[in-house]
């Protein structure tokens, strides 16, 4: 009977309770059997490990609801042409040390091969959304569909979910929605192959909400804005502001109005299965978010945050979706780090600040997310959100908010999973030790 005992750390439970100091988690089987003061050492007599622990931070394992790339398959809900498997393993490598013991990828276009093989050369626990529906295909077609099958053509929302997908998602992208996705990926690879520049995420969004708005809309069109940001971009000359008009909305109309369609189309199918979906939420989409969550379906709005959306704007309508019982998600995107896409931590210190974030994920951002920890550690210290609380919107709340995702897991409790993890509480990205289904994984900051 394998035991190891985390040996006088700190714990915050994932519950939202106040932490606790000084204590011992006995882990034995894979299962937290005990959590209690802290003793000797020598009164456990034979166990197979003892973490010294004194002076870290013990918490469950985070789960991130919302990741990109961390399966093998087509990538994002365009059906973009899969990673190559060493390109998964090491996203996955990251995720783990990070913190994150669970991972939802809400690439969307799964199969039944992608689902079987999912946790089969990865200690990380990795589940599967499907956006396998109709409308969701004809937008990724028409987006790029570069990575599409017949087989993930063939199959459908309900084969995934009796073959174990746990949501419905990502439903809309911002790769057939006009957000970040158009942003980072082909706004600039069309700008590179007409003119040979490369230009910057920001600096493409920048062109796109000057052509169509941050609601996507040709009547939005702003030609000084354009030739501003022609000029920003170091375009002018290079292109026209027809030109542009008709590269970004020759990428990004063709597959809106599918795309959108697509919300409640998937909604629909979601509630028929009984599984959550987690929708694309940005100032593009909130309206078809705001019907979805007056229905009966189990919502989770994704990356509520998002960089599209004016603050009083964004808060206004996390607060219509709380209302109406949809779980607000906050994603981490590369709010400190990168900042390709974001342009600081304000929008999402608001939403923490005004108590309407429910969970916390990473998203994607063009492959430089920060880590979930990080932005915790720089809420908290920052005043805009208590540390248990937002523990809880990483861990608990997103097991209860999916309940297929992390069944067992979540809280540091008698009886739960041992998913956990050792951090330093003054640095709460420094991760020592990561622990999953009482197996250590990760020892001081690197793979076991």
Known sequence: MATTVLHGCDLVDGTGAEPRHGVDIVVREGTIREIVPTRPAETYGTVDEILEAAGELAIPGLINNHTHGTAYGPLFPSGHEALPPEQVRANLDRHLLEGTTTVLCVDGFVTAEALARTNDDHPLTVKLASCNTPACLEAAT????????????????????????????????????????ASYMYIPAEV??????????????????????????????????VEEALEAAGLAGKLSVAEIREIVSGIVLPAFDIALQGLTEAAEYARRADVPVLVHNAAASMTQVAAIAKTEVP???????????????????????????????VSTLDTFGAQRLTSGPDLLYA???????????TDYAGGHHDPILLAIDHAAKAGVVRLPAAIAMATAHV??????????????????????????????????????????????????
């Open 142 to 181: 028409i987006a790029d569909g570069g990575g599409l099958t017949d087989e993930t053509r063939a199959f459908t929302a309900r084969q995934a979910v009796e073959a174990g997908a746990v949501a419905l998602g990502e439903i809309g992208a911002g790769h057939t929605l006009g957000g970040g996705g």
């Open 192 to 225: 590179a192959r007409r003119t040979t520049v490369t230009i910057t995420p920001r600096q493409a969004d920048a062109l796109k909400v000057a052509v169509l708005g941050r609601h996507i809309s040709a009547s939005s069109f702003d030609k000084d804005a």
């Open 299 to 329: 919502l989770i709005a994704g990356h509520s945050n998002h960089t599209s959306f004016e603050l009083r704007e964004a808060l206004e309508h996390a607060e219509q979706l709380k209302e109406l019982g949809a779980t607000v998600d």
């Open 351 to 361: 939403m923490f600040e005004s108590g309407l974030a429910d969970t916390i994920s």
């Open 399 to 448: 097991a209860d908010a999916i309940p297929g995702v992390a069944p067992g897991r979540g809280r540091v409790l008698p009886g739960a999973v041992a998913d956990l993890v050792l951090t330093d509480p003054a640095e709460l990205a420094r991760v020592r030790t990561v622990i999953i289904g009482g197996e250590i994984v990760v020892r001081d900051g690197a793979r076991a």
